[in-house]
């Protein structure tokens, strides 16, 4: 996570601010549930709110934590200055340091993945609007980066809306999936703390009570949460790589949107360069790089060790608010892509007719050729057309063995536009729904 | 994959003679659909039926692929072999290479994840079985490695069901993400195919029509269905870095079974290693790093390339064929595995009743010790029961600043077993469901 | 490993004939040295030679290691059986299995770099002589995709051939490194076998000793060389990469050599796909991917533990036949790349001298202007260029802030490709040495 | 990179007043080239030289980025406010921005280097201490966890010691394989920049010319870097999991130092953590996973694309912060881990003799038993000590079998430590070098 590559929500969640009210919370409702059951007082559980809407003081927490090398320890000491020590005496009783923790990091990436849903529903208004607008564009499909039958710019924003929004799917499995808390002491058992506690503390901070912790909350949650950054990531980097390639000096059919200050290059003013998306696609090698860690972290040794703990003090930060980061990116991308429908048919007809190629073999086909004999004669007439920059229609029309089987009519009906985007349609309803 | 580490049913999911029925039924049911517009004459269609139940010769498709280069065009020559050159003209008609080849690869995932979902489900059967049976059996739970508090064997099987538990559920998802099927024809527009055939085809073979695919189905399915694989094979690894750890000769709670005519060491012939849980420890490695490969896949260029296909020929096959080994494995050392109550109890007063320290601790709290006070108090008698190998109780029974604040009967009930499981019952009712 | 993507000799390596045959040397070897040392008798040692040449039962040997579950012990059975049980008996003596399986994988490691070199040294040639044959081709060199000045492809091959250069230093870096034997016992203490046995093997198999094992050569070895082969996988996908991108339907600068017989696609027969260069890009995802869990085997357990075993058991042989057969298919494609230096021409002159841009602002620059103001005449000129496809050298002559500090002999020597390619030749030397 | 993981020096080399300050140095030794050619004039380069001493206004340079949003045109607007616009106009001539970041890029990750091998070479010094002060102080040698044979304290600091070693030889390698600089423009052909320039700008800060670059130097060098640092951390790893396990309850061979304020748990005071070690292994899981994005950026599209900067960005100071941080720890854990040697002794005979296992068997070997003979001996009375706790000795020398072919004489002799440990001296030797 740095700086230039972040966005203050997102961040804001993984401040030292925002943690120490998290454990204050937890700590809080801990005693309420505590004092309900009669385990503690009910003025040492009033008295530890006394300290809501106090801003904890992180240096003097850090201050006390480079002694006791304990860092909960040195948070319930400082919350014994605001409250009294007598008044805090109950605080955290039965729980273990875990319990706040875990806890923590859950709402933590809770409160991340609820950023990123919004970031990836900002990014399928978006992809929505453009592929709506384009819908009807039309442009070369490329396989192997090669031309091979029209397509239209609208449906590439479909399919990128298609897989955002499968992410988007994934992505409240995954805040579901880590919505979870626990307060059940030192190995899991609730032996010093009962479990209205932790049922308690989770109905306040919108969490489900863990159905069986160890010490901790089994790290295959989290695996699974920053796997499915990773997934989110790639897609990322699959638009990215679109737009990439369609800014290229030869393909040029978009760019990205260029503002009227900026500078392209020290050294070639005229140059504009995808620098934007090129940079998603390295955040992407980035965030899909943490879900190996956190994979690692599963197999902890027994009840727990902590050799997961310093893996997500880095990628709990670093891949919610790269990821955050990069959807907004994208979004802002897409919604000021400048696309260029021109360049798309100047390309599509650089190899004049070339891509209706297929529909010829197929016409051929059902006119009682053979397989064979059709793939022939379209194999030639198309190679005239690659090597030599002729005219796939006139050269067609020109082939007596193809006249023998279509008419004049029957191979220009073959080149018509129309012919590919008729299901547009019906792809359209089936990705945004029918209207 | 390597036979070692394989089982026959997966393995036949990725057999030639596999892939080469399912392009067969694909073909087959689209020429149906294609009658059934009218594209095709319905004798051509019924006609491609005659090849039903005829087992495809491998070798001969290699022998022709040598020459085409061109996998799916040597088995429609096979199959025009077959049923006849001219009954066989119209198969294939309108569709892509990769209509064949994504729909057939969505299927070998689903069958390997019908299977992966069985396999969870006989590990959920073992470990629950184990989890009742040991429901009672006292250990010591440890955190960091080191002895913590009192937990039981039978939360432990319980915990690692809940986990993989979690496991089902996410491979449950993982089958229903990959279940689409595409025919969509060059560039995914259907140009010249009607989306009825894909209707139809997927219909047939129980899947889902992809809502909008290119030439190939999107590769954010399968980025996320190998991640979930990885997911799955880290709580492998934990369960079997659990085993590995009880195994370890100064602990010894558990052992792997180990057969009459097996040899342990070639030297050493009264050692028992571990390794069946040191081996899944390794297969939990590869299944996970085929993760990131199967991310990288996400991002083809334009409609589609071809990057994806070598990857997807290694990782397809071996993340199943591994995992599913590894699941089956693991279920069985789980069914066998040997437990030793005794060790447990040994191991557990090994520092005798120093586990207790943390209630001891609370009780001089709540007895109105402030937290400093009863933390040296604690402290004190432990070191000479850590150090010394004194007995925990009889030192604090001695200390008169302790025995101050707690009789000797209070002091006495801090040493009950019952109290570390008196809500074993209630977390088995979360992890299982009341009965 | 599978038999599309794998090479004979590479395969060789691994098949368990091979195996066995190191093991067969490794141990007679070892027998001769305890011979000498006389610790077992001379005719025993002499009499396991009687085996050299015998090609081993691979069945037979599996068939008792189904019954004892040690392949060691299987093939010391098998062996025994050949040169009888009495003759046999000294055989293995002092030996843990781990001495004959660390040093035989190591050997076949070893065998694999040597390939691996050859790979990289026929690769070399081949971007060698491209090189040279394409020193003086002028084309464009892009940055972010976009045109930046112009380049050779001779340069293009050079610095391929430099990274390729490179990565042979780190292969045999990554072979001197893995070429190690030991014969140190249970657990590397020598205590039943005398250091000089060692020595012999490893001095007959062309191995360094290990300095010092445990039962296990230390697995920070493997990682480098699996992490080596992972770095040459990405510059094999570093130079699949660009071709692919010459190959694009805009670019053509380069093309795949496309054989007589060869079908390109079964729908599109004009198209020519870079399916090869595809492929490798695959490829490299599956062998860099396979660092990861080398380094994870890394930290065994104490003295060793088996779970490096099955990741390598798959890593070894994958790894090095995957690289292998990626190398050499890279090599074959070098060879045969059909390069355009016409359609490198075209490409260059889209925008109509724009690409010379930077060297009229450094004219501009060095005539007095500020840089700002220089890059003010630059691009408002360019940008005419760029939109309406006028020619730059043109609308420059014809800008009066222009002409007013460049002469139109100055702007017209701006536009001279022997400038960009004036130091051509000096690279060369330095990536291929003076001749 | 966090706070908490990372020292002072190291985190220095990536302040933005390092960079600004290497950046200066490259561009004012560039313009001194450039004046020897008579390109600019000496007294503009001579100007520059007065910034030389200024401390840059970071805030003040990304004032003008913030506008610009080109991050060296922002630094070399700012050096022109410093050394004067006239006096600056020359500054940066020929070059492309990437030549100032790559060279610098560079010449940090080189800093990185020196800081990593001395603190590599701190470790060794650490490890070689201890090796020699435990060269004799005996412990179980396990292998999958199970003891196996005797062998030395002082072994297991030796053969991390020569695992180290061997990395700082790696380390050193990967220093002078990045340790490159490139001043060669637009696309690397030197069009408007002496190659003279780039090797005077090299000379002056301790760099080898780049051989052939494009825009960039070529990733697969960093790429080999990052691996190299994953290999590192991965040893780190692997001796921290032989401290964790050393510290279990059970074992207790040795502790992590516990300081005298130090409070291990909240809850149990008596619990002595092996938390550093736990936390090097979460340090070694993040620095391993950098590795992937460093080999993925090797593949950059023609001569550059930007998506390897916003990975480099994170992992130049992620990696080498926290690997030096973890090094660091690594050497203070080494240097003050309390050894218990008498622990030790306990745990190796936990049952009673039966590590001379093997021993014995040989003897029976040597003695004219046949292999499957000796091994059923030793095996039956092996199994006595495991299950019913009897001595291995008394057992043997009770075994009529066992004494027709040992006397009790040769029985006892084989119980004697010494056999085990008469090689140290050999293998320090071979570790450390004859003194």
Redesign the interface.
Known sequence: ??P??SRPDMVAIWAPETKFRIWFEIEAHACDAQADLGVIPRENAEAVWTADGVAFDVSRIDEIEA????D??AF?THLAEIVG?DEA??V??????SDVLDTTFNIQLTRAADILITDLEALLAALKRRALEHKDTVR????????????TMG?TF??FY??MD??LQ?MK?ARQ?IATGAIS????????ID?AVEAHVCDKLGLI?E?????VI????H??FF??L??I???V??L???I??M?????LEAEEFF?A???G???????????LT??L??????V??????A?????????????????E???GP?ATV?LDFALARLTNVVEKLVVYPEHMMR?MN??KG??M???V??AL??KGA??EAA?AM??RN??K??EEGRDFQTELAADPEVTAILSQDEIAEKFDLG??????D??FA??FGED
């Open positions: 996570m740095i230039r590559y002694v006791t090398k304990h909960v320890i319930l020590a005496r109950f955290h009783q039965g729980m273990t340091s070369i499909g490329r396989s192997h980066g090669i031309h091979a039958e029209p397509t449906l479909a399919r298609a897989e499968r992410n994934r499995i999936e002491g030192a190995v899991g058992t609730f032996a010093n479990p009570p159905p069986i912790s160890t010490q089994p790290r295959d949650r695996a699974a796997a499915t990773g997934v990531a790639s897609s980097e699959n990215a790589t679109e990439r390639h800014q290229r000096t030869e393909v503002s200050g900026q500078k290059s020290s050294a070639m003013p005229h140059k504009r360069n995808p620098v090129e940079n696609t390295g955040l992407a090698r980035l899909r790089s943490m879900a190996l860690p994979m690692e972290n599963v197999a902890l040794w027994h009840e727990r060790d902590i050799s997961h703990s310093s893996v003090r880095n990628i670093d790269t390309n650089q190899y070339l891509v190629s297929q529909r073999l197929l086909t059902q053979s397989r793939y379209v194999q198309a190679m057309v690659w012919y590919h985007t008729k299901h547009v019906t792809i089936r990705v």
